[in-house]
């Protein structure tokens, strides 16, 4: 099974182990055509290293590395803000 790799912005950092991303998808109605916004959020571990609010990166699946945490970071994305 292939890992799952989403474009994240970290929104939260209650903690220096771990951080809180929003992942945004656009959805579409089937009946009638609209589309709307899903905002899903992860927990995700950070390996010690230090993002700020706003920045956006990219997560991977992992295995379970603790209860709620399958995620860490695969890197921090570089471009406009």
Not at 70 to 80: A, E, H, P, R, S
């Amino acid at each position: 099974m292939a890992k799952k790799i989403l474009l994240a912005k970290v929104i939260r950092m209650p903690d220096k182990n771990y951080l809180i991303a929003s992942v945004d998808n656009i959805k579409k109605n089937k009946k009638y055509q609209k589309q709307y916004l899903k905002t899903k959020k992860y927990k995700v571990a950070t390996q010690g290293l230090e993002f700020k609010i706003g920045e956006k990166v990219e997560i991977v699946e992992t295995r379970p590395i603790s209860k709620e945490i399958n995620w860490k970071i695969l890197q921090k994305v570089k471009g406009k803000k």
